[in-house]
């Protein structure tokens, strides 16, 4: 079963620009997360998709950052303008919640951006 | 004040060890609880979930103190493979916590 892909792996891009992450979650799982680390700190959330619909976007540091999750497969994260504190890793994860069990996430390897 | 709390080490070991973690989380509210491996420039892997009464996978064994907030991992018989950064999280509906991670060293 293939895993949880993003893309790109690595972005480079200049202070204004515009860039979009894409993430694939494992297929059948309904909860797609974005998660961010910037440097030298902690994982940290960004929001939550169940299906196409936005559960949780508390984490979202301003209106520079947009989430979509169309058809509720692959989702899209945008940052436009992007600014030098937005530096980081980018993570997306996706579970399937199944009964009562605890929920386990599985992880995509990250998008590497680096604002210059 | 941060979620989870983690020592971030490194802690340094050789092998055959047994290493000890502890992290420690501020909402007493939390629901689940989990240990994360990351290796550098990886995403993160799901180790182990945590149960109050314990649990134990091969050479890892983790503990829940839901009184005293803290979460611990065990790792016995250390091996070099085990060298990574172990992530504390804990989950509060769905929102998942990071700790910012302790790093372990595995020496020869």
């Known amino acids: 079963e293939a895993g949880v892909t993003q893309f790109p792996s690595h972005s480079v891009i200049e202070k204004g620009q515009t860039v979009t992450l894409r993430c694939d979650p494992i297929s059948g799982h309904d909860n797609l997360y974005w998660y961010r680390r910037v440097m030298g700190k902690e994982i940290k959330f960004l929001l939550h998709f169940v299906k196409e619909s936005k559960q949780d976007e508390s984490g979202m540091p301003n209106n520079r950052f947009l989430a979509e999750r169309t058809g509720g497969t692959y989702s899209t994260l945008k940052v436009q303008p992007a600014e030098l504190e937005d530096s980081g890793v980018y993570f997306c994860a996706s579970s399937q919640v199944k009964g009562a069990s605890q929920e386990t996430q599985y992880f995509g390897p990250g998008t590497r951006l680096l604002v210059l | 004040r941060k979620e989870v709390e983690q020592d971030p080490g490194p802690f340094n070991v050789p092998e055959g060890a047994t290493v000890a973690f502890n992290c420690t989380y501020s909402?007493?509210?939390?629901?689940?609880f989990f240990w994360y491996r990351q290796d550098c420039r990886k995403e993160p892997k799901l180790l182990m979930s945590?149960?109050?009464s314990g649990n134990e996978d091969g050479r890892f064994t983790a503990q829940l103190n839901r009184a005293s907030q803290y979460i611990s991992l065990l790792i016995r018989d250390s091996k070099l493979s085990d060298s990574a950064t172990y992530l504390c999280v804990v989950t509060n509906f769905n929102k998942f916590y990071f700790g910012s991670g302790t790093k372990l060293n595995v020496k020869p």
């Open positions: 945590v149960y109050s």
């Open positions: 909402n007493s509210a939390s629901q689940s």
